[in-house]
């Protein structure tokens, strides 16, 4: 009883240890719960409709477009650029094909396996013309072809050759990416039929209105008085000129991403006079030990060219541009002195070694030969060739050791680029490449032996073997050393902008501006390598400076102030006041100018006003006009002339860009060789109509809340 009486005593201090208890567990459930969402956020590439991506499903979507790109162009590698550009059209098609879904979703549209079907019978879809499935006796898609390829993927499951399996996985899933594309596709064009079938249709009298407004032709009398004969002191403009113009082209300044102003420092370090100097020493000691008979490999590996040498005869496209355009006129034997190529910015060193005229394309067939030892594969090969010299088949003794020997084409594109070729490749190739036609060879290979015999030569071209030494010129870690440090030194004494801007100029550095980035741009003003600055512009507030940026090809630094921030929305007039002061000032310069030409009702009466005049001929309605004397391009006036008859004068003053205006028509005829084709002039207008309302794609994506976030991972 005396415990309870305690308890009783403390209960309030014991209530507040259970509630601080309580509280602490429910805050750390909640910051858990917070740092849950946050790491989920971290990986999310964007979100349409509401509906995220994470990183790993965007990479991998992107991954499977590079890979179609590789297989349809045969290439290993992408430039970054090209990487670039793949990622962005991989997300403009994930929204494109997320807001169709939803939208064929509501109308109940799908694209259901028998309409796939039916579209891989015909056959015309021009996506199937780009897949491994063409017949090359029809040119035309085969569905057979494709049946036959999956069962044989399926047989490939267990298959004993992972080379063969891991090439039918890579059409396999080539494949996947064309079916997965008719049926985005297919889904698209159901759609847009459905909503504009029977909106979007022309007429023959439209048609012939349109015909005859695109070729008929116009020659005019024109007087031309341009906005610039007016200072721009002799305006007034007011705060309320400006906010009636706002007012005006509101809509016009609506934006629907957020942007950002910076101002920066991009400093790009550069090779002294010293790193130059110790170069062109190294290029010139090479020269002298290729000169003197060093052999070339070890020279050029000693020299670390970018360039490898390997010894074979290549054609000229194998090399730089710089070094092709030399190699002609050298004589064999012949050593150049260092030469510099400012467009790649290099030091150069060539040797030419060999020339030769070569077939640049070789037709061959080859009969692998094994055995049990490499001496029983050489005895065996040794029958082989015998029997090939006594007039034997040759795809007949192929087939005897399980191959088909079948023809194939050895062209030069196909190893010249190669930056390493072992000796028995070497061996290989130019074995191929030295055999006359219907000439067999024994070739002797470290595992067993290769029968080669070559069936055709094609186009003879010049080959060289040259040891090139390229090397850029570039700077020294001292000079980078040196660089970094001044450029700290100002980083860490300016941490405001005025401080940025004055210490700038007497560190003979330049505070340049960048204006509206978003942030779906791949770097930061031009330079590679800056996607921590991107996060950084993206996260910063107003008036904060970065830290210092190392970044390029490390060969850049940057710092960064973030000046202005423009949300989602109205930008504000302050924005757009040097625009709308410019506009304001054209509207009062022309106002200016149609009271100075008020009841002018001829050209000669223009010219005593202080117009300037002169003809201008092959006037449409289709494409602006271009006036010398203003030196604009002028929409309206085209307009305002289609709508005037031969012999009138211009019933009243054309606003256009550049100035006033008033003209004579003096003659209008249709375009020589024009005529009109009424089903042809229907179909175009239907064309221009449905890609006129294709924007609605641009509605849709307006209103889905599209959430691109890629700038935090690419």
Not at 75 to 82: A, F, H, M, W
Not at 688 to 711: H, P, S
């Amino acid at each position: 009883m005396a415990a309870l009486g305690t308890i009783r005593k403390r209960g309030a201090i014991l209530a507040g240890i259970v509630g601080l208890g309580l509280f602490a567990f429910i805050a750390e459930e909640a910051v858990r719960s917070c740092e849950a969402t946050q790491n989920e956020k971290r990986q999310q590439v964007g979100e349409v409709l509401g509906e995220k991506i994470s990183v790993q499903d965007f990479q991998a979507l992107v991954d499977e477009y590079q890979e179609v790109i590789k297989m349809t162009q045969g290439r290993d590698n992408l430039t970054e650029e090209e990487l670039n550009s793949i990622k962005d059209q991989v997300w403009e098609t994930y929204v494109n094909n997320k807001l169709l879904a939803s939208e064929a979703g509501k109308l109940g549209l799908t694209v259901t396996d028998t309409e796939l079907q039916n579209i891989l019978k015909e056959g015309k879809n021009p996506l199937l013309m780009q897949s491994p499935f063409v017949n090359q006796q029809t040119g035309r898609f085969d569905a057979s072809m494709l049946t036959k390829f999956l069962a044989d993927y399926k047989g490939m499951a267990n298959g004993q050759n992972p080379q063969m399996a891991d090439q039918y996985q890579k059409i396999y899933n080539y494949w996947r990416f064309i079916e997965k594309t008719l049926r985005q596709q297919t889904l698209a064009m159901k759609y847009q039929r459905l909503l504009f079938t029977g909106c979007l249709i022309s007429n023959p009298i439209s048609a012939k209105m349109a015909f005859e407004a695109q070729n008929e032709e116009s020659n005019i009398q024109l007087a031309s008085m341009a906005y610039s004969t007016i200072n721009d002191n002799k305006v007034e403009v007011s705060e309320s000129d400006i906010k009636r113009k706002y007012d005006e082209k509101k809509d016009m300044f609506k934006q629907y991403v957020e942007t950002r102003d910076i101002k920066y420092v991009d400093v790009q370090v550069l090779p002294s006079a010293a790193d130059r100097k110790a170069l062109m020493k190294s290029m010139k000691d090479a020269s002298t030990e290729l000169q003197g008979g060093a052999e070339p490999a070890n020279v050029v590996r000693k020299a670390q060219s970018q360039i490898a040498y390997t010894g074979m005869p290549v054609t000229s496209k194998a090399f730089p541009s710089d070094i092709s355009a030399k190699l002609d006129s050298m004589v064999v034997g012949q050593t150049t002195q260092p030469f510099e190529t400012t467009r790649d910015n290099t030091l150069n060193v060539i040797k030419l070694i060999a020339k030769t005229q070569m077939p640049d394309s070789v037709e061959y067939r080859q009969i692998q030969v094994g055995g049990a030892t490499v001496e029983a594969a050489r005895k065996t090969a040794d029958s082989v060739y015998n029997a090939l010299q006594g007039g034997a088949d040759f795809e007949v003794l192929a087939k005897k050791y399980n191959q088909d020997g079948a023809k194939q084409w050895l062209t030069s594109a196909m190893y010249e680029n190669s930056q390493m070729i072992d000796p028995d490749s070497k061996a290989y190739l130019e074995t191929i490449n030295s055999l006359g036609v219907n000439e067999t060879k024994n070739l002797e290979m470290p595992q067993g032996n290769i029968i080669v015999q070559v069936t055709a030569r094609k186009a003879m071209v010049d080959k060289y073997t040259a040891a090139v030494i390229k090397r850029t010129i570039d700077f020294s870690k001292e000079t980078y050393s040196a660089a970094y440090n001044k450029f700290s030194q100002y980083v860490s004494e300016s941490r405001t902008l005025e401080a940025l801007e004055k210490n700038a100029k007497k560190n003979g550095y330049q505070v340049l501006e960048r204006r509206d980035m978003v942030n779906s741009e791949h770097n930061v003003v031009g330079v590679r390598s800056t996607r921590d600055a991107m996060k950084w512009i993206f996260d910063a507030k107003e008036n904060e400076i970065s830290p210092l940026y190392e970044c390029g090809n490390n060969d850049h630094m940057l710092v960064i102030v973030m000046t202005k921030i423009h949300p989602v929305g109205y930008r504000d007039v302050e924005d757009v006041k040097d625009m709308l002061k410019a506009e304001v000032i054209r509207d009062k310069k022309f106002d200016m100018l149609k009271e100075k030409l008020a009841g002018v009702n001829n050209i000669a009466a223009a010219k005593t006003k202080g117009a300037q005049v002169n003809d201008v001929n092959q006037i449409t309605f289709g494409a602006p006009v271009f006036v010398q004397a203003t030196g604009t391009s002028e929409p309206a006036l085209s307009g305002a002339v289609a709508a005037v008859k031969q012999g009138q004068f211009s019933p009243r003053v054309i606003k256009g860009n550049g100035g006033a205006y008033l003209f004579n028509v003096v003659k209008k005829s249709q375009r020589a060789g024009a005529k009109f084709d009424a089903k042809t002039m229907e179909a175009q207008l239907s064309q221009q109509a449905a890609q006129a309302a294709y924007r609605f794609m641009n509605e849709l994506y307006i209103t889905a809340d599209v959430v691109d976030n890629r700038y935090l991972f690419f």
